[in-house]
Nanobody, 124 residues
């Protein structure tokens, strides 16, 4: 079992930056790819970004490339999501998730463990 706890959400203005963190505990973090998803009110949960265990490969939703960056520090069992030039449409609950290596990182079904989410609100 892996427990995931997100932090760093909040209320920001359009154009601001925000960094989210996801701390893992419990069963070893080792070998898991990590991903970020988000869910806006009334919408389906959508893929944001993913990173392999080694950090050597990253994946992004096409619409977010260039603004969002995922990274991880395995020594701290933590994955990060740096969000820049935020827009009101980025408002959502952001979830981190852990996936066995080789899973389908772009879909929710590829992930075995989920955090409880952190709210990000971007005002115009």
């Amino acid at each position: 079992q892996v427990q995931l706890v997100e932090s760093g959400g909040g209320l920001v203005q359009a154009g601001d930056s925000l960094s989210l963190s996801c701390a893992a505990s419990g069963r070893t973090f080792s070998g898991y790819a990590m991903g970020w998803f988000r869910q806006a009110p009334g919408k389906e949960r959508e893929f944001v970004a993913a990173i392999t265990w080694s950090g050597g490969s990253t994946y992004y939703a096409n619409s977010l490339k260039g603004r969002f960056a995922i990274s991880r520090d395995n020594a701290k069992n933590t994955v990060y999501l740096q969000m820049n030039s935020l827009k009101p449409e980025d408002t959502a609950v952001y979830y981190c998730a852990a996936a066995p290596s080789g899973s389908h990182y772009y879909t929710q079904n590829g992930y075995s463990y989920w955090g409880q989410g952190t709210q990000v609100t971007v005002s115009s």
